[in-house]
């Protein structure tokens, strides 16, 4: 068992509680770890602080597995998955579509396991899990009597650890897997290995719900970035007239005019493949909405183009307010971590006061019980979602 050490005034917030310990808090060790190793973090003094894994070329040098000093073996792995599941067992009994793991969140860092009906997406995103996945996917297909896995390593995060970004069925040939889930009574089909993320974006289902609250029969609805199609599909549940999606991805808007058909509710949908950040800007006047949803893609992968991210999150906010009638209904949704909740609700500010408009703070929420957010590791909690009156 290799060592590393803890600089002396070093790992403040890890002994707070944070799970990683940074390259530039370690000393520099006599023997190198592996990238994915299996380390003890010591103190200077020898003492013990915890087991995790090591990278040798990653900003994130530490990422911890546990505090005790009994070694973490597939007993180990196997009791975390137990528990994890578990939560999800309580959370959403009846759920066939589910985040079982959540990495850092059930203590098990680089892992990201999603439930689709009877298929399991695994995404890895540490060198450490990447080097347990013999041990880990038997273990999962066991205890959720999976009919197929789906490695979803296609995250440009695997990037950070060395690690090649790849999408395949494990232990077979298959290049389609599809599954039927149920979300708040909407049906849709996930494609499990061409899907975003994971295949479906699950950590939106209850602000979803909550959308379908503040819809009125009759409005007339605009979902940018559509994607699946989820938001739109539930303010057709919930009696709007009519809603244009829209969504740059022709292969989202195919699966979210399926999710449609799926659902009988095609005919008062209309589907549109545009770049939302130019295209919105362009409405006409006349074009007013009674609800908007923008649900974009990240627009900060890193600090460095957090600028840059407020910058795009004022322009959208703006250009949806001028085609939101008064008193209509404003969504939004922003799904880094980098930007933090008070400079996404400035951006909403500033695009207020430049278009003369005021907004009510009717609905906040965030990530669902499926995704907890680990106190100590501001990161995990990345979703953010508000819900406005813009008068």
Known sequence: MKTIILKS????????????????????????????????LRQQDGTFLAYGF???NSLIAFRALTGEEELPGEAFFSQLIDQAILLREKVYPQSNARRLIHSESDGLPGLIVDQFDDVLSVQINSAGMERLIEMLLPLLKQKMSAKNIVMRNDSSLRNLEGLRQYTAVWQSDEKEV?????????????????????GFFIDQRENRLAFRRFIEEGDRVLDAFCNDGGFALN??????AHVDAVDVSESALARAEKNASLNNL????????????????????ETLYDVVNLDPPTFASNRKSIPVARKAYRKLHGSAMQVLK??????????SHHISE???????????????RQCQMLFRG?????????????ESGYLKFHIFRVL
Not at 235 to 240: D, P, T, W
Not at 266 to 285: A, H, N, T
Request: glycine share 8%; hydrophobic share 40%; charged share 20%.
């Open 9 to 40: 005034k070093a790992g403040r917030r890890f002994k707070q509680g944070h799970p990683w310990v940074f390259s530039n808090e370690l000393e520099k060790p006599a023997e190198r770890p592996e990238a994915g190793d299996i380390v003890s």
């Open 54 to 56: 090591y990278h040798p």
């Open 178 to 198: 599809a599954a039927d889930i149920t979300e708040n009574t909407i049906h849709y089909r996930v494609d499990v290995i061409n899907g975003q993320k994971t």
């Open 235 to 240: 303010a057709l549940v919930a009696g709007a």
């Open 266 to 285: 095609s005919e008062r949908i209309q589907f549109s493949k545009v770049d939302v950040m130019k295209w919105l800007p362009g409405l006409k006047p």
């Open 326 to 335: 008064a008193g209509g209904i404003l969504s939004t949704a922003c799904c």
């Open 342 to 356: 008070e400079d996404f609700l400035d951006s909403i500010q500033q695009a207020a006061i430049r278009t003369g």
């Open 366 to 378: 965030g990530p669902p019980a499926d995704h907890p957010v680990l106190l100590a590791m501001p």
